[in-house]
DNA sequence: CTCAATGCAAAGTATTTGCAACCGA
DNA sequence: TCGGTTGCAAATACTTTGCATTGAG
């Protein structure tokens, strides 16, 4: 996909979200609609794609932005370790798979419905809750 | 439960984990064994029930023992918020009720294996690879 | 113009580590 | 005694914040 490409369709995602766009925000848009796929990152590694493509945004905008698409509902927020946070552009239902050495996450079984992970049997939420979200992680041992 | 009883279940904990009985590791075995039930403490948790019971162990050992005795498969790490690591002294599969507010974290449907929250149609681990455990976190919000 | 967004550096929070003193087998 | 364990302080990793500057509408 074209670099402008990515740039269209950062623009109408920014606006789905009602955010206003900035030079800054669609750098991080454009680089996160990418390749056209679902992307897993963090405010590090997109960092990284910053600086990478040529462009230049700060580490702390970096941070804010990346919290303000997830308030946003544009990105969701997913935690496999104590350590870093890692967004996912793909704010549908789905569970991952987390390489314990390496730190990679990866959709799983998302390719099809056919291949989803189906989770039954939930328990009622306790009075006055509700379930915002289900979170499921598959955890990788190498063999 | 009496401290008499909860310190002779620790003793049992840590020999089955192989870990060498010392002043401070009975004391925070003892502690995670208290009121004979599951707990979900934290390093900070922890560390104030120390000081809450009168006695002394240092935050960096309660840090390190934590490692320790989850290393030892003693305990259970999860992952909810990119902040803390919280420990659960019950190391089967089950799910967790994650409230997103408060940052309190329960068991979800483990008080009989009929409420037991199910996860099927699991994908095969990548190539290299095996299940190394699934997590499921039931973030709630307040209604 | 005006107010929100940005960038930097400083502050914060959670956790680990280096190393000397210590203690249990 | 000896090697593993502890405690402290310092270091590290990640993220947020304060505030002056910039920029979009």
């Not at 623009?11 to 796929?37: S, V, Y």
């Not at 040529?54 to 919290?67: P, Q």
């Not at 967004?87 to 056919?114: I, M, R, S």
């Amino acid at each position: 996909m074209a670099m402008i490409e990515a740039k269209r369709k950062a623009a109408l995602w920014l606006e789905n979200g009602g955010i206003r766009a900035t030079r800054q925000r669609e750098i991080l848009a454009a680089l996160l609609m990418g390749d056209g796929h679902n992307r897993h990152v963090t405010a590090e590694s997109l960092f990284d794609a910053v600086r990478g493509c040529g462009e230049r945004v700060s580490l702390a905008t970096v941070y804010n932005t990346l919290r303000a698409f997830s308030e946003a509902g544009l990105l969701r927020e997913i935690h496999v370790t104590g350590g870093k946070v890692y967004f996912d552009t793909d704010t549908t239902n789905h569970a991952h798979f987390y390489w314990e050495d390496t730190g990679e996450l990866h959709d799983a079984g998302h390719d099809a419905p056919e291949h989803e992970v189906r989770v039954s049997n939930l328990p009622t939420p306790p009075e006055g809750t509700e379930v915002s979200r289900v979170d499921v992680v598959i955890r990788l041992r190498r063999i």
